[in-house]
Structures are given as structure tokens and as C-alpha cells.
């Protein structure tokens, strides 16, 4: 992971999904599943990871040149 070095500098992962990309139950598995596999893939304490989820309006985050907003109009 980024920032993390010999050192055990706690790690910091930053997740970013759109605002009603996943309920808070979703939310905690993501938490735990990244915590978890942080434990099991690079044999680190998961008490030092740090886990933050930021919420992006559709407005604001675009692919392939459009919004998000517009592709889910599009969608339906």
C-alpha cells in the first residue's frame, strides 16, 4: 500500500464511490473487507489501517467524457 513503509507507518486507503453508490451496511463490508485483506494478502495488523469511503455526487464524476448523472439517464 501507498504510505506504508518498514517503519509501520499506519496505512491509509481512500475508497470513492458515488453518493448512493452503496448502503451503510455495504459501506462497513467494504471497511472490513479491505482491512481484512490488507491482514491476509501483506500479513499486516489490521488495527493500524485506516479506512475512509468518500461520497462523489454523480455530478462530479465523470467516464468516457460524460457524467455519471447522464449515463444512468441514459440507462433507464
Known amino acids: 500500500m501507498l ?3 518498514e517503519d509501520n507507518t499506519v496505512p491509509f486507503v481512500n475508497i470513492k464511490i458515488t453518493k448512493e453508490g452503496a448502503t451503510r451496511e455495504q ?3 467494504r471497511i472490513q ?3 481484512d485483506l490488507r ?3 501483506l500479513q ?3 488495527r493500524t489501517t ?4 468518500e461520497e462523489v455526487d454523480t ?4 467516464i468516457g467524457g460524460e457524467t455519471v448523472t447522464a ?3 441514459k440507462s433507464t
Not at 50 to 53: N, P, S
Not at 59 to 62: E, L, M, R, V
Open 3 to 5: 504510505g506504508e513503509t
Open 27 to 29: 459501506k462497513a463490508e
Open 33 to 35: 473487507g479491505v482491512t
Open 39 to 41: 491482514g491476509k494478502v
Open 44 to 46: 499486516r495488523n489490521p
Open 50 to 53: 485506516v479506512v475512509i469511503i
Open 59 to 62: 455530478d462530479k464524476w465523470g
Open 71 to 73: 449515463l444512468r439517464k
